[in-house]
């Protein structure tokens, strides 16, 4: 029942919202829009201390981050290396207070693809590729459950933005985490993601609502805020609330001007899911 409910968290993913700023300057800027969260990619690069500091200044969680670097784990050749930056990112997880790590199945290829779904002959090919996915997973997954720490695995869209990403909808994620069996690894449904590569966006979340850890938000086409595009964020966003999903909605977006504007209308649209409450604030 909707008294049931915990409340949608506001996430804001520095990387993409605040693209070009500084690093610092961003986490400011997601404090001074009263945002609860904060979420990035890749953590090499970064002064990680500062930016951790700066987030426990502002009192701000820091919901996500990216295994970095990613390792293609597609093969079974590569254990060792992924392992190896299993580890390296758990540990600074664990230093700055993340609690989730996204997990990409290699290196993500950039660029649009043939605008069709994936050829079915090459479904045998895929399907071993899966495999050696939730071999590494399982390796993988003690590692996450010392560290307290949720290894999110995130299926990317191949006809706009991934062309050549191996893991494209929520069904293949989510059957290779039922093999995985581990409550350390989690999906991360991403619904400008699956809009565009599968659609059925609460048929497929609800579906799989017991695997999801994270949610993110974009609107098709554009990878804009949601209200631009062909996405009701309202209706699919309630509807996840309400099959069972706790915890953080990402804004990994591009705003289509101010991003102050973007978050506070995405924000809105979670506030108005959550019965039109608030979720978690800052103190």
């Known amino acids: 029942m909707e008294s049931n409910c915990s409340p949608l968290i506001p996430c804001v993913c520095i990387d993409l919202v605040y693209q070009g700023w500084d690093t610092l300057k961003a986490i400011d ?29 502002h009192h701000l969680q820091i919901a996500a981050m990216s295994l970095d670097p990613a390792i293609r784990i597609l093969d079974g050749d590569a254990d060792a290396e992924f392992l190896r930056s299993i580890t390296e990112s758990l540990t600074v997880a664990r230093r700055i207070g993340c609690r989730r790590l996204v997990v990409h199945v290699q290196p993500v290829p950039m ?34 459950e010392a560290a ?48 565009i590569g599968e659609g059925n966006l609460i048929g497929n979340i609800t579906a799989n609502v017991d695997l999801l850890a994270h949610l993110h938000v974009a609107d098709v086409p554009g990878r804009h805020e949601p209200g631009t595009g062909e996405i009701n964020f309202l209706n699919v966003l309630t509807a996840a ?20 504007a973007a978050i ?18 800052r103190p």
């Open 111 to 144: 660029g649009a693809g043939p605008s069709r779904l994936p050829d079915p002959s090459r479904e045998q090919v895929l399907r071993l590729q899966r495999r050696a996915i939730a071999a590494a997973l399982k390796k993988a997954a003690p590692l996450a």
């Open 29 to 57: 800027a997601v404090a001074a829009a009263g945002m609860p969260a904060i979420e990035f990619w890749g953590w090499r690069g970064k002064d990680i201390d500062a930016v951790a500091e700066r987030a426990r200044r």
């Open 264 to 281: 506070r209308s995405t924000a809105r649209i979670i506030e108005l899911a959550n019965g039109g409450k608030a979720g978690p604030t």
């Open 148 to 195: 307290g720490v949720v290894l999110m695995l995130e299926p990317l869209n191949i006809l706009v933005d991934h062309n050549g990403y191996c893991l494209s909808c929520s069904g293949d994620g989510a059957e290779v985490l039922r093999d995985v069996g581990s409550a350390a690894v989690k999906l991360l449904f991403d619904i400008y993601h699956m809009q």
């Open 241 to 260: 609330r309400s099959a069972g999903y706790e915890g953080c909605v990402g804004m990994e977006m591009i705003p289509t001007a101010d991003p102050l």
